[in-house]
Each structure stands twice: as C-alpha cells, then as structure tokens.
C-alpha cells in the first residue's frame, strides 16, 4: 500500500523507528535514572521524587518482590491513583521482570475480582482507600500478598501524617478492612533495600503489562503488551513530538499529569516517553479538584499538557485558569475521545497553544497517529506515526478507496500480541498480516489525514440513515448555554432508532425546544435530537470520557 502520509510528515519525524534504540522499560528505568539522576522525576502534593531517589526505591522493591519468591512472569496488579507509589512499584516489578496489571482504582468488588482471576495476580500493591474492595474480592483470586500503602506515605513530614490523618479520622475515606495477607508496600520497599537485586534477563517479547480494556466488543480483556510493543510506541512518540519540544536533554521540563497514570494514554505517554526524555511529572490525584489543579499549574508551570476533552473544557471555565503562566507550554496534547472545535478554538485563545489531537487504543499501546503539533487544529486525529500503517476496510476486510468511511485498521510495532486467554476474542480483531480491527469508523483524506466518524457501536440508524455522535455533540457543544452533551440512541417505534441528547446547562433557563432549534441550524432532520434530557452531570470513565454506554443502560431501565 503507499503511505500516502509520509507527505504530510514534518521534515524532522522519521517515517521509521529503530526498535534497537530502546528493547525493554528496564532498560529505559535505568538509563533515565543514570542520566538524570538530581532531576525532579514525579511531584505529588508538593513532595518531589528524583530519578535517583527512583532508582533506588524501585531497585528496593524489585528485591523485595524477588525475595519473596515472585518469579520473572508473574503478575502484580497495581491499583493506585497518580501518587509517588505508582511510579516506584511500577518500575519495581518491571526490573524484576514481572508483568504489570494495572488495577482502576474505582473497580467494584465483582469488576475487580474477574480482572484478578483472569490475570492470575498473586501480589497487588493497593492504596489503603480501596482496601476494603480487595478484602471483598480476595476469597476468589489468587493473591498470596496484598500490598497496602497510604496518599501520605511518600510525602514530606509532617505533611505525611497529617494527610494520612484528614482521611482516615477526618473525611473518613478509608472504610475499614483485615486482610491477613495484607503489609505494608513502604515496609517491604525498605526492606528491600537492604537486599540484593538479581539480575533479570528481558527480551523485547517478554510481555511488559496486561492492560484490561473492554476491546471492540464484549467483556473487559487484558492486552497483552510486550516491552517491545510499549518501548516502540515511546520511540514513535518520541519521534512525533521531538520536533517540536527540542532537545531537553540539558533543559528538564515539567508536564501535567491529570490522567490516571493507570490508563495506558498517561502510562505510555506521560510515565514512560516523559521519564525517558528526563521531565518532571506534575502529578494530580483527583482531576475534579479543579481549584487543586489550577493551584498546582499556578505553581508549575508546564511544557506540555496532556488530558481529555472534558477536561480541557472543564479548565477553561475554572476560576483561576486566567491566572496560569502558559508561557512555557510547547504542545497541549488531546486523546480518549474527540476534541471539539469549539473547545480547541477556545484553548488557542486562551494559552497561545494548538489543542492537537491524537488517536490510539489499548491495544496499540497506545499512539496510532498524532497531528503535527505545528498543524492547526482540523478535527482530524493526525497522520499514522512512523512505522504505523492506517487502512480503512470494511466489514470484510477489504480496504476501502480514499475518501470512504469504513473501520479504521492499525498494523505496527505496537499491536498488541492479543487478549490474555482469549484467543476467540484476538481472532475476532486480528485481520491476515497483523492487521488491528479497531472498531472505530472513519475516513483518511488525500493529505493522509484520518478523521474518526465514531466508535462502531455507537452509531444510531435513524430509518437506516447512520448518525454519528460525535458529529451531533460537535454541533451543541458550539452552544453557549451549553457546557457538556452526549448523543446516542433511543429505540423509537416508527425509525427503529432516533437520537437522544444528554445536556448539562451553563444556561439555566435554556429549554429542550431552543436546543432543537439550534440544531436545525447546522443539522440534517434525521440528525436532529429528538430528545434532550438535562442532567447536572454526565457520567464520565476515570480519564474524563463520557460514558455513552452508561446513559443507554439508564434510558433502558427508564
């Protein structure tokens, strides 16, 4: 096929990577950590980790997870909002060479007790906070140690014991639990840093993380990516987004970290590419806590920023978000879901930076493409990154002509090697010649440019006409009155389908019939939202994305 894209490519992005650069996450630990020992890797609620101080407490755990008998290929769950912890027992249990699962936080009992038994985890390191949850799953997993740590334990003293102590005795966010296979994740750390670290031999193929996602169908699956296929996807990144931030090489930087460092986007990108590049990561615990986030970039100013739709807008209607130094920011970078115009345009005004737009999945680790950050925002998702293939197909696997909606197909180092167990479920997304059904419909344009209709299952068929959400939440969110919506699909007797609109109001006073109205303006008749129930909130995934499946299941029980 020709890569039509390349043309497009800014003339310092190379349309290859060399895999030899950089072979295992191991080998990116201890290289950043040596080369920027005295830099500020990870900033939490004011306390600063250094890369030396990260090599040494992640080398601590990593003899620890030996000692006690955890083999190369195990798997550890970790299940930790963006504290301190995460980082350490991340690159503690890959320098072991054990295989990451990286745990929502938010999981119910039942949620987290199928991503425990299919994963086989026997250790997880847990923040005392959902404690509780592990307890009530544990009788059907096969965990031998729980790993329990606090917000407050890698924090300054006495900061530490007073955070520790406001939500335990205070807020009271701590339900209680007993778990007698349950100590604590500081103890074992330190004392694994009285013990020996045996080295640990890792190939490119040797499987890095099981990343659960719900995939294009079905139950949550864990992919199963190798260090090969997330190392790739840190040199890709790398590569795409060098041209513009220079060489910090001798200029360390700060970034703002908002997105769950468990979601892959922030792992990849902001852990894995940023630690290599020797940045320091601003990290957020709770990204609703928009007053402690704007009080955060007020105090750090960042290079890059990377986040959700949701979140960007949710930041420019924030008090204070005037008062931010955007002096500095180089690239604003935008995934999870669509970016809209009305949103980017407003970010521009406001920062002085392009709101570009990237695209990715679990399963590609997770870039696929990126736009130039140079390039003005254009609603599309950017151009395949180097060593990356993009073919629109259709339902049968044959690629479609320039120009033609169909699903949107990835080929490239960072496919992942399948789901965990589920070879029914691989062969269902793995087309002849490594080829990644994706399940998101879309379009690529004579430039090379993919633009993204939806997701496959979110389409509505109004009267068999299709409709896409994302092009009816494009058109409202342009209102003024409006500050968030979500369009999806309402079984209706006479068109089988029609389009329902979930609105939250920055206008009080605005009404179902001037929302219509609005619509009629921009929209096809089929299109229009048939209608409009308004919400004081949208239910969102834990990166900001709204949830769509949520408000179909709720207009179901209705």
């Not at 909002?81 to 009992?109: C, D, E, K, M």
């Not at 007698?180 to 490119?204: C, D, E, Y």
């Not at 290079?303 to 949710?314: E, K, M, P, Q, R």
């Not at 002096?327 to 407003?346: H, N, W």
Request: net charge positive.
């Amino acid at each position: 096929m020709e890569k039509i894209w390349l043309k497009s490519y800014p003339s310092q992005v190379p349309p290859e990577i060399d895999p030899s650069r950089l072979r295992t996450l191991k080998e990116l630990l201890e290289t950043t950590c040596a080369q920027h020992a005295d830099r500020v890797a990870f900033i939490q609620m004011g306390a600063k980790l250094t890369y030396r101080q990260l090599d040494e407490l992640s080398r601590g755990f990593a003899a620890w997870l030996q000692r006690a008998g955890f083999a190369k290929g195990e798997r550890l769950a970790i299940m930790l909002p963006n504290t301190l912890q995460y980082p350490i027992a991340l690159f503690g249990a890959l320098r072991a060479g054990l295989i990451v699962v990286n745990t929502n936080p938010l999981y119910t009992p039942p949620e987290l007790q199928h991503q425990l038994a299919d994963c086989g985890a026997t250790a997880i390191v847990v923040l005392e906070n959902f404690a509780h949850v592990v307890e009530r799953a544990l009788p059907n997993t096969q965990l031998k140690h729980v790993l329990v740590t606090a917000v407050g334990d890698y924090l300054s003293f006495p900061k530490s014991l007073i955070v520790n102590y406001v939500l335990r005795r205070v807020r009271k966010q701590v339900p209680p639990w007993n778990m007698a296979v349950a100590s604590a994740f500081k103890a074992a750390v330190g004392s694994g840093l009285r013990l020996p670290l045996q080295p640990v031999n890792l190939t490119s193929d040797d499987l890095a993380f099981l990343q659960y996602t719900g995939g294009t169908t079905g139950v949550a699956k864990g992919a199963m990516l190798s260090h090969g296929n997330v190392s790739s996807n840190v040199l890709q990144s790398q590569a795409w987004l060098g041209a513009t931030l220079g060489d910090f090489s001798y200029a360390p930087a700060t970034l703002l970290t908002a997105i769950p460092l468990y979601h892959v986007f922030a792992l990849t990108c902001n852990c894995l590419l940023f630690s290599r590049l020797g940045w320091t990561n601003l990290l957020i615990i709770n990204p609703r806590d928009m007053k402690s986030l704007i009080a955060d970039l007020i105090r750090h100013p960042c290079t890059f920023i990377s986040g959700v739709n949701t979140l960007f807008n949710a930041m420019l209607h924030a008090p204070g978000f005037d008062r931010i130094d955007f002096s500095k920011l180089r690239i604003t970078l935008g995934g999870g879901m669509a970016v809209q115009a009305v949103v980017a345009e407003r970010w521009k005004q406001r920062t002085g930076c392009v709101l570009t737009q990237a695209w990715g999945l679990t399963e590609t680790s997770p870039a696929a493409c990126i736009n130039p950050p140079s390039e003005q925002f254009n609603g599309s998702i950017g151009l395949p990154i180097s060593s990356t293939e993009i073919s629109i197909k259709d339902d049968d696997g044959r690629d479609l002509e320039l120009g033609q909606t169909g699903e949107i197909c990835v080929r490239g180092p960072q496919v992942m090697r399948g789901y965990w167990n589920r070879p029914d479920e691989t062969a269902k997304v793995m087309l002849p010649g490594g080829w990644l059904r994706t399940g998101d419909i879309g379009r690529m344009d004579a430039r090379g440019f993919v633009y993204i209709e939806d997701r496959k299952k979110d389409m509505i068929l109004v009267s068999g006409f299709k409709v896409f959400p994302n092009e009816v939440e494009a058109v409202v969110a342009q209102h003024p009155g409006i500050l968030e919506a979500a369009a999806i699909a309402q079984p209706d007797e006479h068109s089988g389908e029609v389009v329902a609109l979930f609105v939250v109001r920055e206008d009080p006073a605005l009404t179902e019939k001037e929302i219509i109205e609005y619509c009629r303006k921009s929209l096809l008749p089929y299109k229009i939202p048939r209608h409009v129930y308004f919400r004081t909130e949208l239910p969102k995934s834990n990166v900001g994305k709204i949830l769509r499946k949520t408000l179909r299941e709720e207009l179901a029980r209705s």
